[in-house]
C-alpha cells in the first residue's frame, strides 16, 4: 500500500519560514513528477510547485522566489522551502506524487498539513 505523509508545518510569523517534506512509502516501482498544492478555506486545491523526475521545476506566480521545491529520490521524499511567507500563504498544504507500482502509473495524495502564517 502506497502512502504520502507530510510534515513540517505549523504556525509562523509573517516573513517566516518553514520546510515541508513529504515521504513516499510502500512498493514503488518508480516516481515521477511530484508537487505541492494548497487548500485554502473555500477555494479549490491550486498548485504550488512541482518537479519532474529529471529535477525541472515549476511554481505558481505567487511563490516564485519564495519558495523551493526539491526531492531526494534515494530517500523517496519531496520538500517544500518557504520562506518570506505571508498570511494569504496560509492553507492546508498537499503532497501529490505520480507513483509506478505494480499497477500504472497514477496520482496519490498526503494526508495534508496546516500552514498557518500570523500577522
Known amino acids: 500500500q502506497v502512502q504520502l505523509v507530510e510534515s513540517g508545518g505549523g504556525l509562523v510569523q509573517a516573513g517566516g519560514s518553514l520546510r515541508l517534506s513529504c515521504a513516499a512509502s510502500?512498493?514503488?516501482?518508480?516516481?515521477?513528477?511530484m508537487g505541492w498544492y494548497l487548500q485554502a478555506p473555500g477555494k479549490l486545491r491550486e498548485l504550488v510547485a512541482a518537479?519532474?523526475?529529471?529535477?525541472?521545476?515549476d511554481y505558481a506566480d505567487s511563490v516564485k522566489g519564495r519558495f523551493t521545491i526539491s526531492r531526494d529520490n534515494a530517500e523517496n521524499t519531496v520538500h517544500l522551502q518557504m520562506n518570506s511567507l505571508k498570511p494569504e500563504d496560509t492553507a492546508v498544504y498537499y503532497c501529490?506524487?505520480?507513483?509506478?507500482?505494480?499497477?500504472?502509473?497514477?496520482?496519490?495524495w498526503g494526508q495534508g498539513t496546516q500552514v498557518t502564517v500570523s500577522l
Open positions: 501529490n506524487a505520480e507513483l509506478r507500482t505494480v499497477f500504472p502509473a497514477r496520482h496519490y
Open positions: 510502500g512498493s514503488i516501482f518508480r516516481f515521477n513528477a
Open positions: 518537479i519532474t523526475s529529471g529535477g525541472s521545476t
